[in-house]
């Protein structure tokens, strides 16, 4: 089976520029998380959708950070307009969830690493 | 709130070495999941062990061994006979009943296994 797959998996890109960061969760799995890992703040957790809603979204950053989950297999994360300061690894992960809680373990993609100059 | 504290954070040894990681963690959650993570230099995270609350049994696989201690809110994981693949950053991390399906990261422990 297709594990989480992220594109792209490198990004490089000006200050000012938006930035669109892809995830595809693992077929079947009803939960998906964004993280940013930095050597400064280690790995942190963005937002997460539950069947495609966003739950918990305290992590974002600021405005200029935007998550969406149109479909169960699809999930976008937008910067705009980006700054230096967001360069970081972008690492997508999802679980299988029943109900409201699960403790299941998260599945990661291998992550997009993004430059912005 | 949540916390996980990996108190070291860089280890080295030498081959064959056997080598512990410590793991801490704080919950008010009376149910409550651990996690350990290998990060390898590629970069992508790797899942490698689930433990629940309720199971204080230590478990081994391979050359892994994990222990948990609620007494001392602790979750170690002991690598026996380290390889050179060994070398990695190690997270642990921590999922409560009140956290939804969030996980709180420690801050990770680089692993570096010398030939």
């Known amino acids: 089976d297709a594990g989480v797959i992220q594109s792209p998996r490198h990004e490089v890109t000006e200050m000012g520029q938006e930035v669109t960061l892809r995830c595809k969760p693992i077929?079947?799995?009803?939960?998906l998380f964004w993280y940013r890992q930095t050597m400064m703040r280690g790995l942190e957790l963005l937002i997460y959708?539950?069947?495609?809603?966003?739950?918990?979204d305290s992590g974002m950053p600021e405005d200029r950070f935007s998550a969406k989950m149109p479909n169960a297999s699809f999930s976008t994360l937008k910067i705009q307009p980006s700054e230096p300061r967001d360069s970081a690894v972008y690492f997508c992960?999802?679980?299988?969830?029943?109900?409201?809680?699960?403790?299941?373990?998260?599945?990661f993609g291998p992550g997009t690493r993004l430059t912005v100059l | 709130a949540q916390k996980v504290t990996q108190a070291q954070t860089e280890i080295s040894v030498v081959e064959k070495e056997d080598v512990t990681l410590d793991c801490v963690y704080e919950?008010?959650?009376?149910?409550?999941?651990l996690f350990w993570y290998k990060q390898p230099p590629s970069g992508e995270l790797v899942f490698l062990i689930r433990?629940?609350?309720?199971?204080?049994q230590n478990e081994i696989s391979g050359r892994y061994s994990w222990n948990f201690q609620k007494s001392t809110s602790s979750f170690n994981f002991t690598i026996t006979a380290s390889q050179v693949v060994d070398s990695a950053v190690y997270f642990c991390?921590?999922?409560?009943?009140?956290?939804?399906?969030?996980?709180?990261f420690g801050g990770g422990t680089r692993l570096m296994v010398k030939p």
């Open positions: 992960a999802s679980s299988r969830s029943a109900r409201e809680v699960t403790y299941n373990e998260q599945f």
């Open positions: 077929s079947g799995h009803n939960s």
């Open positions: 959708f539950n069947n495609n809603v966003p739950i918990d």
């Open positions: 919950t008010r959650d009376t149910t409550y999941y």
């Open positions: 433990r629940n609350s309720f199971d204080e």
């Open positions: 991390a921590l999922s409560g009943n009140n956290a939804g399906n969030m996980l709180t």
